[in-house]
């Protein structure tokens, strides 16, 4: 069972002993000064109200770091009411069903803080694993851009 707390510097050191190459490439790399910088930032937006918000999530039976999800309230590239998830699961809970149930709290915590009316998961093309869950979760293909993240296939799903 897993479970979402705000982010807390204190993740740091446990998020970089779980980085493995797979979350290496799809993050800024790793690092501890730029790691524990991004943390303490985390931990200020949620201080701040802000509206990207950075959960822990949690094996609920060991208290052990799972991932990391993000949830950002109506960037720039997304409309109104609009709110974008993203996600980095350790190497140890990537099967098991803890990404999708990861993304299924998040549009859980919006839908019950009304916070937006639709999640945007924007996913590298070559990701075929999220695609995949994407279209099991119920989220729809709505479009696809290249910007400075690469290819991204978007999938839209209402709250």
């Given amino acids: 069972m897993i479970g979402l707390r705000p982010i807390e510097v204190a993740d740091a050191a446990a998020h970089l002993a779980a980085q493995?190459?797979?979350?290496?490439?799809?993050?800024?790399?790793p690092g501890?000064?730029?790691?524990?910088?991004?943390?303490?930032?985390?931990a200020a937006e949620w201080a701040a109200d802000g509206p990207r918000k950075t959960f822990a999530v949690v094996d609920v039976p060991s208290n052990a770091l799972a991932g990391t999800l993000d949830v950002t309230l109506e960037p720039e590239f997304l409309a109104k009411r609009q709110a974008d998830i993203r996600y980095g699961i350790h190497a140890p809970w990537r099967d098991n069903g803890v990404p999708g149930r990861t993304i299924v709290l998040a549009c859980r915590y919006l839908a019950r803080n009304d916070l937006a009316d639709e999640a945007v998961l924007r996913i590298d093309r070559d990701n075929t694993s999220d695609i995949a869950l994407a279209h099991q979760?119920?989220?729809?293909?709505?479009?696809?851009?290249?910007?400075?993240?690469?290819?991204?296939?978007?999938f839209i799903q209402a709250l």
Avoid at 33 to 41: D, H, I, Q
């Fill in 20 to 29: 493995d190459r797979e979350s290496v490439r799809r993050t800024a790399g």
């Fill in 32 to 42: 501890i000064p730029n790691t524990v910088a991004e943390f303490e930032r985390c």
């Fill in 137 to 154: 979760l119920g989220f729809h293909y709505h479009r696809s851009s290249i910007d400075s993240e690469g290819y991204l296939d978007w």
